[in-house]
């Protein structure tokens, strides 16, 4: 089993929907990272966050850390969008990574 | 971005070969990192630094070595370069606030 899973693992969406994606994780950590991957391109930290709630525009991301589970929530999303968001738990000064959650948004 | 850079950007070598990658940063970041991405495993570490010299390995470190002679710069090396490390390499750095990462580097080996 692995120590970082995310669900779905891939969603489709259209255009103003609101986005939920799911990360639960087995490994003791001191914070939790949510990244994004655009198609062929390059991996950017979107937040970290290791206790409550961040906001940053239209995404969100929570972490309950009792229940070692986190949420990245897209509000109104649009087609730029789409890309791979990925989970990640620092643990012991290393990043354990979920499998991605490929997300598509149709116009 | 950090300041990060990786080179080269895509590389085609043959079984046997060493092969080596530079990540380059230009912030002083204490912490480096070498990941593999490939479909189906997500990001996996390679190597990580944690100063001048100072390296440790991660979860898929067979066939490769680091080095760390200067802050600014990781070196990740293929010593005999095998199919299984056709991959996007990625570096990366820490900060107490995120991580940064290079734009990736394409491997395949023939």
């Known amino acids: 089993k692995n120590e970082v899973e995310q669900s779905p693992q891939n969603l489709t969406a259209q255009e103003g929907e609101f986005i939920t994606i799911n990360c639960s994780y087995s490994v003791g950590i001191s914070a939790l990272h949510w990244l994004q991957q655009h198609p062929g391109g390059g991996i950017v930290s979107l937040f970290m966050?290791?206790?409550g709630k961040k906001k940053h525009g239209r995404l969100i991301a929570t972490i309950n850390i009792q229940e070692k589970h986190s949420s990245l929530h897209i509000t109104a999303s649009h087609p730029r969008d789409s890309a791979v968001y990925i989970c990640?738990?620092?643990?012991?000064?290393?990043?354990?990574f979920g499998t991605g959650t490929r997300l598509q948004v149709f116009p | 971005d950090a300041g990060i850079t990786q080179s080269p950007r895509h590389k085609v070598t043959e079984t046997g070969t060493p092969v080596t990658l530079r990540c380059h940063q230009t912030?002083?970041?204490?912490?480096m990192y070498w990941y593999r991405q490939d479909p189906g495993h997500g990001l996996r570490l390679i190597h990580y630094?944690?100063?001048?010299?100072?390296?440790d390995k991660g979860e898929v470190s067979d066939g490769y070595s680091v080095s760390r002679s200067k802050t600014e710069d990781f070196l990740l090396t293929l010593e005999s370069a095998t199919s299984s490390q056709t991959s996007v390499y990625f570096c990366a750095i820490s900060t107490q606030d995120t991580q940064y990462f290079g734009p990736g580097t394409r491997l395949t080996v023939l």
């Open positions: 630094s944690y100063g001048v010299k100072d390296t």
């Open positions: 966050l290791s206790s």
């Open positions: 912030e002083n970041h204490r912490y």
């Open positions: 990640a738990v620092s643990s012991s000064d290393k990043l354990i």
